[in-house]
């Protein structure tokens, strides 16, 4: 079966409410086939088209590959960034959304910035975010974009 689900983004964040997601993805044994970010009205979405039955109910993995819905490459990148900046805020001994929060996680995963001006075009990148973490930052994405792209060539 494949069913269509349209996610509004919230306007002042751009997220949204991924738990409600990921309980429909395990509640209906189903896997995202697509995804993409539209614009309706001017109201942004989340658009994913599921598949049902193709996942048992008792899947193993890790928690954090049944938060993050495969084949949505922002969602991963959001992932990503999400465990680096977990990582990072350990490491800097300061709490994680002092390194990034979760509403400029979903902008760069959105944006997907390959260079340097593009990364600081997001709102909350400043001089001290980008030379603190924007080497890392790029390069979290750029494995993501690089990927999609291979695979899209293939």
């Not at 973490?133 to 979290?140: C, F, P, S, V, W």
Request: hydrophobic letters at 40%.
């Amino acid at each position: 079966m494949i069913k269509n689900i349209n996610m509004p983004l919230s306007k002042n964040d751009l997220s949204f409410d991924e738990q409600d997601l990921n309980e429909f993805i395990s509640a209906n044994s189903a896997k995202v086939i697509a995804s993409n970010l539209v614009s309706f009205e001017g109201i942004p979405y989340w658009s994913f088209v599921l598949e049902y039955g193709i996942i048992s109910s008792k899947s193993s993995g890790s928690s954090s590959n049944k938060k993050i819905p495969d084949g949505i490459p922002n969602a991963r990148i959001m992932g990503s960034l999400k465990e680096w900046r977990k990582n990072k805020s350990e490491e800097r001994n300061e709490p994680a959304y002092w390194v990034l929060t979760n509403r400029l996680a979903a902008y760069i995963a959105i944006a997907q910035p390959k260079t340097v001006e593009e990364l600081l075009a997001i709102p909350g990148i400043g001089e001290s975010k980008l030379n603190l973490y924007g080497e890392d930052i790029l390069k979290i994405v750029s494995e993501f974009t690089d990927r999609v792209e291979t695979e899209e060539e293939i």
